[in-house]
Protein backbone atom coordinates (compact mmCIF):
# COMPACT_ATOMS: atom_id res chain seq x y z
CA UNK A 1 0.00 0.00 0.00
CA UNK A 2 1.72 3.07 -1.13
CA UNK A 3 -0.70 5.75 1.14
CA UNK A 4 0.65 9.17 0.49
CA UNK A 5 4.05 9.42 -1.48
CA UNK A 6 6.36 12.44 -1.20
CA UNK A 7 8.51 13.52 -3.56
CA UNK A 8 11.92 14.04 -3.73
CA UNK A 9 13.10 12.96 -0.23
CA UNK A 10 15.84 15.54 -0.03
CA UNK A 11 16.85 18.54 -2.02
CA UNK A 12 18.83 21.73 -1.16
CA UNK A 13 18.22 24.58 -3.24
CA UNK A 14 20.05 27.89 -3.66
CA UNK A 15 18.55 31.27 -2.45
CA UNK A 16 15.91 32.76 -5.26
CA UNK A 17 15.67 29.16 -6.86
CA UNK A 18 12.18 27.86 -7.55
CA UNK A 19 10.88 23.93 -7.00
CA UNK A 20 8.05 21.80 -6.79
CA UNK A 21 7.67 19.55 -3.95
CA UNK A 22 5.31 17.05 -5.28
CA UNK A 23 2.54 14.53 -3.19
CA UNK A 24 0.05 11.80 -4.51
CA UNK A 25 -1.90 9.87 -2.53
CA UNK A 26 -3.60 6.35 -3.86
CA UNK A 27 -6.61 6.36 -1.32
CA UNK A 28 -9.00 8.33 -2.99
CA UNK A 29 -9.02 11.25 -0.18
CA UNK A 30 -10.60 14.63 -1.02
CA UNK A 31 -9.02 16.11 1.48
CA UNK A 32 -4.94 16.93 1.22
CA UNK A 33 -2.90 19.35 3.44
CA UNK A 34 0.56 20.56 3.48
CA UNK A 35 2.59 21.03 6.72
CA UNK A 36 5.99 22.16 7.55
CA UNK A 37 8.09 21.26 10.66
CA UNK A 38 10.70 22.72 12.70
CA UNK A 39 12.18 22.06 15.07
CA UNK A 40 10.27 22.45 18.80
CA UNK A 41 7.64 24.03 16.59
CA UNK A 42 5.41 20.82 16.09
CA UNK A 43 3.99 21.03 12.71
CA UNK A 44 2.47 24.13 11.31
CA UNK A 45 -0.59 23.96 8.34
CA UNK A 46 0.70 25.58 5.14
CA UNK A 47 -1.83 25.38 2.43
CA UNK A 48 -4.73 22.76 2.50
CA UNK A 49 -7.01 21.42 0.08
CA UNK A 50 -10.75 20.33 0.52
CA UNK A 51 -11.23 18.58 -3.01
CA UNK A 52 -9.70 18.69 -6.91
CA UNK A 53 -9.84 22.32 -7.44
CA UNK A 54 -10.24 24.05 -3.91
CA UNK A 55 -7.14 25.13 -2.08
CA UNK A 56 -6.89 27.44 1.05
CA UNK A 57 -4.54 29.26 3.17
CA UNK A 58 -3.49 27.14 6.83
CA UNK A 59 -1.38 28.89 9.21
CA UNK A 60 1.61 29.72 7.54
CA UNK A 61 1.53 30.75 3.64
CA UNK A 62 3.19 33.09 2.55
CA UNK A 63 5.87 32.24 0.19
CA UNK A 64 4.28 29.09 -1.20
CA UNK A 65 1.33 28.13 -3.78
CA UNK A 66 -0.50 24.66 -4.05
CA UNK A 67 -2.56 23.80 -6.73
CA UNK A 68 -5.12 20.36 -6.89
CA UNK A 69 -5.93 19.36 -10.65
CA UNK A 70 -6.76 15.90 -9.82
CA UNK A 71 -7.61 14.11 -6.33
CA UNK A 72 -4.61 12.45 -6.47
CA UNK A 73 -1.65 15.12 -6.29
CA UNK A 74 -1.26 18.20 -4.26
CA UNK A 75 1.99 19.92 -5.39
CA UNK A 76 3.27 22.78 -3.24
CA UNK A 77 5.48 25.38 -4.90
CA UNK A 78 8.44 27.40 -4.01
CA UNK A 79 8.56 30.22 -6.27
CA UNK A 80 11.63 32.14 -4.46
CA UNK A 81 13.41 29.78 -2.08
CA UNK A 82 14.71 31.94 1.12
CA UNK A 83 16.64 30.46 3.82
CA UNK A 84 13.31 31.24 6.24
CA UNK A 85 11.78 27.84 4.25
CA UNK A 86 14.62 25.59 5.21
CA UNK A 87 12.32 23.29 7.21
CA UNK A 88 10.98 19.15 6.57
CA UNK A 89 7.57 19.05 4.55
CA UNK A 90 4.79 16.86 5.23
CA UNK A 91 2.23 15.55 2.88
CA UNK A 92 -1.17 14.40 4.10
CA UNK A 93 -4.33 13.66 3.65
CA UNK A 94 -7.75 12.31 4.90
CA UNK A 95 -11.18 10.97 3.44
CA UNK A 96 -13.01 13.47 5.27
CA UNK A 97 -12.71 15.60 7.92
CA UNK A 98 -13.91 15.38 11.60
CA UNK A 99 -13.19 13.17 14.38
CA UNK A 100 -13.31 9.77 12.51
CA UNK A 101 -10.51 10.62 9.69
CA UNK A 102 -7.62 10.38 10.74
CA UNK A 103 -4.95 12.19 8.35
CA UNK A 104 -2.09 9.85 7.17
CA UNK A 105 1.19 11.15 6.31
CA UNK A 106 3.93 11.07 4.06
CA UNK A 107 8.07 10.01 4.82
CA UNK A 108 8.44 14.09 4.22
CA UNK A 109 10.56 16.20 2.14
CA UNK A 110 13.77 17.81 3.88
CA UNK A 111 14.68 21.24 2.29
CA UNK A 112 17.87 23.31 3.11
CA UNK A 113 18.28 26.77 1.49
CA UNK A 114 21.58 27.88 1.01
CA UNK B 1 -9.00 28.49 19.20
CA UNK B 2 -7.90 25.05 21.13
CA UNK B 3 -4.19 24.71 21.55
CA UNK B 4 -1.98 21.77 22.84
CA UNK B 5 1.10 22.18 25.15
CA UNK B 6 3.79 19.26 25.85
CA UNK B 7 5.90 20.40 28.91
CA UNK B 8 8.33 18.04 27.87
CA UNK B 9 10.97 18.80 25.34
CA UNK B 10 12.87 15.43 26.12
CA UNK B 11 12.44 12.63 27.95
CA UNK B 12 15.09 9.41 27.87
CA UNK B 13 13.92 6.08 29.61
CA UNK B 14 15.80 3.02 30.21
CA UNK B 15 14.19 -0.40 27.86
CA UNK B 16 11.63 -1.88 30.38
CA UNK B 17 10.82 0.94 32.01
CA UNK B 18 7.85 2.58 31.90
CA UNK B 19 7.02 5.94 29.89
CA UNK B 20 4.65 8.58 30.33
CA UNK B 21 4.12 11.59 28.20
CA UNK B 22 2.40 14.72 29.41
CA UNK B 23 0.01 17.04 26.82
CA UNK B 24 -2.28 19.99 28.13
CA UNK B 25 -4.72 20.94 26.00
CA UNK B 26 -7.05 24.39 26.13
CA UNK B 27 -10.49 24.49 25.55
CA UNK B 28 -13.83 24.77 27.01
CA UNK B 29 -15.99 21.93 25.82
CA UNK B 30 -14.74 18.16 24.94
CA UNK B 31 -11.95 18.39 22.86
CA UNK B 32 -11.15 15.52 20.05
CA UNK B 33 -7.46 14.66 20.97
CA UNK B 34 -5.06 12.33 19.44
CA UNK B 35 -1.48 11.18 19.55
CA UNK B 36 1.40 10.53 16.46
CA UNK B 37 4.55 9.05 16.83
CA UNK B 38 7.40 9.94 14.09
CA UNK B 39 10.00 8.11 14.17
CA UNK B 40 13.38 8.97 12.37
CA UNK B 41 13.19 9.99 9.03
CA UNK B 42 9.51 8.94 8.68
CA UNK B 43 6.04 10.76 8.83
CA UNK B 44 3.64 10.68 11.58
CA UNK B 45 1.50 7.75 12.30
CA UNK B 46 -1.61 7.75 14.27
CA UNK B 47 -1.19 5.68 17.70
CA UNK B 48 -4.60 6.62 19.09
CA UNK B 49 -7.50 9.34 19.44
CA UNK B 50 -10.21 10.47 22.16
CA UNK B 51 -13.12 11.74 21.24
CA UNK B 52 -15.71 10.88 24.19
CA UNK B 53 -16.77 7.84 26.24
CA UNK B 54 -14.48 5.95 27.83
CA UNK B 55 -11.61 8.09 29.09
CA UNK B 56 -9.09 5.44 28.66
CA UNK B 57 -7.88 4.85 25.46
CA UNK B 58 -5.96 1.93 23.47
CA UNK B 59 -4.03 2.58 20.70
CA UNK B 60 -1.55 0.77 18.69
CA UNK B 61 1.85 -0.44 19.98
CA UNK B 62 0.95 -1.23 23.07
CA UNK B 63 0.07 2.62 24.12
CA UNK B 64 -2.41 3.83 25.91
CA UNK B 65 -3.75 7.52 26.83
CA UNK B 66 -5.92 8.69 29.42
CA UNK B 67 -8.35 11.83 28.87
CA UNK B 68 -8.77 14.30 32.37
CA UNK B 69 -11.27 16.85 32.00
CA UNK B 70 -10.14 18.31 35.73
CA UNK B 71 -6.70 18.16 34.96
CA UNK B 72 -7.10 19.48 31.05
CA UNK B 73 -4.29 16.59 30.47
CA UNK B 74 -4.44 13.44 27.80
CA UNK B 75 -1.29 11.81 28.90
CA UNK B 76 0.31 8.79 26.63
CA UNK B 77 1.63 6.19 28.69
CA UNK B 78 3.53 2.60 28.19
CA UNK B 79 4.11 -0.08 30.89
CA UNK B 80 7.49 -1.50 29.19
CA UNK B 81 9.26 0.92 26.59
CA UNK B 82 11.00 -0.86 23.94
CA UNK B 83 14.38 0.47 22.10
CA UNK B 84 12.09 1.08 18.98
CA UNK B 85 9.68 3.47 20.98
CA UNK B 86 12.70 5.49 20.25
CA UNK B 87 10.85 8.55 18.62
CA UNK B 88 9.47 12.12 18.52
CA UNK B 89 5.63 12.47 19.78
CA UNK B 90 2.93 14.44 19.29
CA UNK B 91 -0.41 15.40 20.75
CA UNK B 92 -2.60 16.92 18.54
CA UNK B 93 -5.93 18.49 19.00
CA UNK B 94 -8.78 19.08 16.70
CA UNK B 95 -9.81 22.84 16.11
CA UNK B 96 -13.54 22.57 16.05
CA UNK B 97 -14.21 26.09 14.86
CA UNK B 98 -12.91 25.10 11.60
CA UNK B 99 -13.30 22.29 8.95
CA UNK B 100 -11.35 19.94 10.65
CA UNK B 101 -7.68 21.29 10.92
CA UNK B 102 -5.23 19.55 13.66
CA UNK B 103 -3.37 21.70 15.91
CA UNK B 104 0.23 19.96 17.06
CA UNK B 105 1.94 20.59 20.15
CA UNK B 106 5.69 20.87 19.83
CA UNK B 107 6.80 17.35 19.96
CA UNK B 108 8.82 14.99 23.02
CA UNK B 109 11.72 13.14 21.77
CA UNK B 110 11.98 10.03 23.59
CA UNK B 111 15.41 8.28 24.18
CA UNK B 112 15.44 5.17 24.98
CA UNK B 113 18.60 3.58 26.26
CA UNK B 114 19.90 -0.21 26.99
Known amino acids: NAGVTQTPKFRILKIGQSMTLQCTQD?????MYWYRQDPGMGLKLIYYSVGAGITDKGEVPNGYNVSRSTTEDFPLRLELAAPSQTSVYFC?????????????FGDGTRLSIL | AQSVTQPDIHITVSEGASLELRCNYSYGATPYLFWYVQSPGQGLQLLLK??????LVQGIKGFEAEFKRSQSSFNLRKPSVHWSDAAEYFC????????????FGAGTQVVVTP
Open chain 1, 92 to 104: ASSYGTGTHQPQH
Open chain 1, 27 to 31: MNHNY
Open chain 2, 92 to 103: AVLQTDSWGKLQ
Open chain 2, 50 to 55: YFSGDT
